[in-house]
């Protein structure tokens, strides 16, 4: 199995929140319009002239150690074998918020029916050739998804060439 | 895999009946590419197209909401007659032919009464059906034809005019240094963002100025953080800096320049450290920043559409910015500021057009003196419409003459500065027609309001630059009755205008007709549902004012603008403080001591277009006026709080939103809100002595607590 998981470029974000917006559009939260499976932070560190605006964008981590799934008294969580996403089988939840309250990140959503809907990392979008509504949507292209050992390439990757280059171009006399 | 789970996912086939459908965006000016997701005849979903080159598959949260924008509660689904007082909202259904013979005689009669220009005509968003609107003006013969352009982008176009005779686009694809002033690309063209982003990853260098906190300062290699209105000091200071250590083009100012030595002699007047008194930039901060925009091998200034020209120094300002371009040689050079022709509407594609031939379809000279042409005679005689800001006076004035009606599209009289004002003008008139897709607050003060559907209902020419276009088809039926602006337009002018035969022929023979000295068809267009580069045009190259000279007075770029000499207004882009400021009225500033800048964007909000969307509003519910942590803290304002933001002549209550994004001394509020208007704040004569513009982007004002907070004080 490879773990499937969604990357973030926390330098590119802009705090636009299309993936917020994308995710209700794409789950048809629209009883109750502030449910999303996204969830956009803005955080500052420091004062003027120094100080620093960054945002993240939270969904689901789909935890290797899920504790959803060890406190679920209903079994209604489950891990899917082909990517890991961690998936909830809505007939068999009952509603108790125990995974509310066991989940580090406030992933799990009680939309108007009373039961539990999460990220599935929009599985059946990604098993038909779609990438997750939100990672599509980025206009900062700050999302991505794929197996986290594909992710952690492309990152190392990307780091290795902004080194070189500040070591090229930027001061070549002092190389 | 189950048909449910499908039709759950949206997944687009056969199976599920769901069609891709290619439509565009046009809640703001960026025209991103929306595929449709519809289901029998219904937007089930929407998501970027890939093919579209500008927004690349993406979209902003403003787009992805465009299912609650379409399928809103508040849309208008017929021609409405109103039957109460005027703001009331009460309105009775009339049928579409009705409406257009109550219009037709009623402007008829008002036009044989008052002259044709006591009827004026006026577009707010967006821009795709103006150069009809534009020659349905002008065919009926009133020179007042205003679009909302005449108080945001076309100034900066006003200013590039005076000095180099046409406009400057930056060349992103080849430049190795970006100079970003004051412009917030990731709230205001969210999909144009990662241009800048890429570009830095490939090496090229960022200098950011404005004195807001973005992601695109955080980025910079250097961030020119301001005080609002002192654009015009900054840019002189980085001149002094440029000529001083000669990194000016010598070859390019000595033979393409006229008035050098006077600009020289003036930004003596800006060494870095006066400079730096003036804007609050550090020197230091001046100087790296003026060596590495001069001497990189290319460099490129990307212009604000309206921030630096909403000042009561604007046009100035904006060309003391742009005259760097010259000063360094980067005019029409590779990596510099090019000029590139531009067609339907501002869309820089070098392509060969009739358009302001179309849109003219009866010359000034025919025509009365247009509103606004008494104070700003420059813009007249320089802009292809009225300026807008001087309507609510001649209204109220009836001075040089009556305006009596106004037929709108998109009317949204919370644009204009002290906009109640411009409220109370819009009420005295005789008959108000207005057409929108929603009931707005303006659309209540209308005689009649008519219908019109949002993009994804109609067909239209889309044009991006570099020369792709695309032909939409409705990809769902409209709205109510709701119809095309273009077709309500034509639907007129059949009543009104029934000699202009090529107008009449409808909207792609126009179409065609405008881009026939180009050779493009509409037909040809059509055949790509996602759009197409328009292939096998010639090359547009650089420097061509080489061979063709600078379409200005003098023939060359003109730091001393003969134009601007010729109207009595000093030639040279001089620095005057902002008419309300600590420096120019610090008894003002005693009362009022911090600095006001109003409607820098937001990313879920585009003027008061998103309020009524849940999706986007409930990113943002309340008005909000961003306060530094050390301004709130003075004034004892808690996070959130409720805060009177007052200025000499309105005050608002809006919530506290205490953050870095702007500096200590300076506070920034969104505009058009309906409970809490930000354009009440400013006086409607608070503007730029050359252009009219509002001075939107600076003046003084002070932010209280609210002791009872939430309470309705």
């Known amino acids: ?175 | 895999m189950s048909r449910e789970i499908l039709v759950k996912a949206k997944i687009p086939g056969a199976e599920t009946g769901i069609e891709v459908k290619k439509t565009i965006c046009l809640i703001c000016g960026a025209q991103c590419g929306i595929d449709a997701y519809v289901k029998d005849g219904s937007l089930v979903k929407v998501e970027g197209t890939a093919e579209n080159p500008v927004s690349r598959g993406t979209l902003c949260s403003k787009g992805a909401s465009s299912r609650q924008w379409i399928n809103n509660p508040e849309r208008v689904h017929t021609p409405l007659l109103r039957t109460g007082p005027r703001g009331s909202g009460r309105f009775m259904p009339i049928s579409w032919d009705e409406a257009f013979e109550r219009i037709a005689s009623g402007l008829t009669k008002i036009k044989e009464e008052s002259g044709p220009e006591s009827v004026v005509f006026f577009t707010g968003y967006p821009k795709w059906y103006r150069p009809f609107l534009k020659r349905l003006a002008h065919s009926f013969g009133s020179p007042n034809y205003f679009t909302e352009s005449g108080t945001c982008f076309l100034a900066t176009v006003m200013a590039n005019h005076l000095t180099y005779g046409t406009t400057l686009w930056p060349d992103l694809k080849e430049t190795k240094c970006i100079l970003n002033w004051c412009r917030n690309a990731p709230y205001s063209q969210a999909p144009g963002y990662a241009t800048y982003l890429n570009a830095a990853s490939r090496g090229v260098k960022l200098i950011d100025v404005g004195p807001l906190s973005t992601t695109l300062s955080a980025q910079a290699d250097i961030h020119l953080r301001l005080r609002p209105g002192t654009s015009g000091a900054l840019a002189l200071g980085l001149a002094h800096v440029i000529i001083e250590e000669n990194l000016y083009d010598r070859e390019f100012v000595e033979n393409w320049t006229l008035g050098f030595e006077e600009y020289r002699s003036y930004v003596q007047g800006f060494p870095p450290k006066t400079t730096e008194e003036i804007t609050g930039v550090p020197a230091e901060t001046i100087v790296k920043a003026a060596r590495l925009y001069a001497s990189s091998e290319s460099a490129s200034i990307v212009q604000s559409p309206s921030v630096t020209v909403h000042h009561t120094n604007g046009i100035q300002n904006h060309r003391a910015i742009t005259a760097l371009i010259g000063l360094t040689g980067n005019f029409d050079r590779k990596g510099g500021n090019r000029v590139i022709p531009e067609s339907y509407y501002h869309t820089p594609t070098g392509l060969k057009s009739r358009e302001a031939e179309f849109e003219q379809s009866r010359p000034w000279e025919e025509m009365a003196p247009r509103v606004g042409q008494d104070r700003y005679p420059l813009w007249c005689s320089m802009m292809d419409e009225a300026q807008a800001t001087a309507l609510p006076f001649q209204i109220q004035s009836g001075k040089p003459y009556p305006i009596r009606a106004m037929l709108g599209f998109a009317v949204n009289y919370r644009m204009w500065p002290g906009s109640d004002f411009m409220k109370e003008g819009l009420e005295k008139l005789d008959f108000f027609v207005d057409t929108d897709l929603f009931m707005t607050d303006t659309a209540k003060l209308a005689d009649i309001v008519l219908p019109s559907c949002s993009s994804f209902e109609r067909r239209q020419l889309t044009m991006y630059s570099p020369r792709y276009a695309v032909w939409t088809e409705p990809v769902i039926p409209p709205v109510g009755e709701s119809r095309s602006d273009v077709d309500i337009i034509l639907d007129l002018a059949r009543r009104l205008i029934p000699h202009d035969s090529l107008l009449l022929q409808g909207q792609e023979a126009c179409l065609d007709w405008i881009f026939e000295p180009s050779g493009i068809k509409m037909d040809d267009i059509k055949k790509h549902p996602a759009g197409c580069f328009l292939e096998n045009l010639p090359p547009i190259p650089y420097e061509k004012y080489r061979t063709s000279g600078f379409p200005t007075p003098s023939g060359k770029m003109e730091f001393t603008s003969l134009v601007l000499k010729n109207a009595g207004i000093d030639p040279l882009p001089v620095y005057r403080e902002p008419a309300q400021s600590p420096l120019s009225t610090p008894d003002l500033a005693k009362e009022y001591p911090l600095i006001l800048t109003t409607g820098a964007r937001l990313p879920m909000f585009m003027h008061s277009r998103m309020y009524r969307v849940p999706w986007a509003r409930n990113l943002r519910r309340d008005p909000m006026v961003d306060i530094n942590p050390r301004d709130a803290r003075a004034r004892g304002i808690p996070p959130e709080g409720w805060v009177m933001l007052a200025t000499p002549r309105e005050s608002i209550r809006v919530k506290a939103n205490i953050t870095e994004f702007v500096p200590p001394g300076v506070v920034n509020m969104y505009h058009g809100f309906p409970s809490a208007d930000a354009n009440t704040l400013i006086d409607p004569d608070y503007r730029d002595p050359i252009s009219g513009y509002p001075g939107f982007k600076s003046l003084l004002c002070q932010v209280i607590k609210i002791q009872d907070n939430g309470g309705n004080k």
């Open chain 1, 1 to 175: 199995m490879s773990q499937y998981a969604f990357s973030f470029d926390v330098s590119r974000c802009s705090g636009c929140m299309a993936c917020v917006v994308a995710c209700q559009d794409q789950n048809d939260f629209v009883a109750d319009e502030t449910v999303a499976f996204r969830h956009v932070t803005k955080y500052e560190e420091g004062e003027c002239p120094s100080a620093r605006i960054s945002y993240f964008s939270l969904a689901c981590q789909q935890c290797g150690d899920a504790p959803c799934i060890i406190v679920c008294p209903a079994g209604a969580i489950s891990r899917r074998q082909e990517d890991g996403t961690v998936l909830v089988d809505r007939d068999l939840c009952v509603g108790c918020h125990s995974c509310e309250l066991a989940c580090p990140f406030g992933a799990p959503k009680f939309p108007e029916d009373g039961k539990m809907a999460k990220c599935d990392l929009c599985v059946t979008r990604r098993e038909n050739g779609m990438k997750p509504a939100c990672v599509r949507v980025c206009p900062a292209q700050a999302l991505d998804v794929g197996p986290i050992e594909e992710l952690s390439k492309k990152k190392a990757e990307k780091a290795s060439i902004a080194i070189l280059k500040s070591l090229i171009f930027v001061s070549p006399k002092e190389l």
